[in-house]
């Protein structure tokens, strides 16, 4: 049995920074890809960073590129999402995903690659 559990979500004023980190276990950590993705009040989730097993390789949604980063320490079966320059507009629910896989350097940016989910941390930021 799979688990993911994101946690350090909270409430940050716009310009501010928050990390949020993902434990994931049941698995060896380092065969997951693991992803950020958001969904804000009456929209659709989207993508937001990718991060391949080895953590050599990431992918950024444009909106975040620049700001966010992505990171993973497989010591601690751990990914990070260290947020700065935040905006109002990054109010959203976070998940955290894992998708298992045995390519190295792949860390897909589609939802549906993904099959373990966490329950989601809220990010609010106020203007």
């Known amino acids: 049995q799979v688990q993911v559990v994101e946690s350090g979500g909270g409430l940050v004023q716009a310009g501010g920074s928050l990390r949020l980190s993902c434990a994931a276990s049941g698995r060896p950590f380092n065969r997951f890809a693991m992803a950020w993705f958001r969904q804000a009040p009456g929209k659709e989730r989207e993508f937001v960073a990718s991060i391949s097993t080895s953590g050599a390789s990431t992918n950024y949604a444009d909106s975040v590129k620049g700001r966010f980063a992505i990171s993973r320490d497989n010591a601690k079966n751990t990914v990070y999402l260290q947020m700065n320059s935040l905006k109002p507009e990054d109010t959203a629910v976070y998940y955290c995903?894992?998708?298992?896989?045995?390519?190295?350097?792949?860390?897909?940016?589609?939802?549906?690659?993904?099959?373990?989910w966490g329950q989601g941390t809220q990010v609010t930021v106020s203007s």
């Open positions: 995903a894992a998708m298992q896989t045995y390519v190295n350097g792949y860390a897909s940016t589609f939802q549906a690659s993904y099959n373990h």
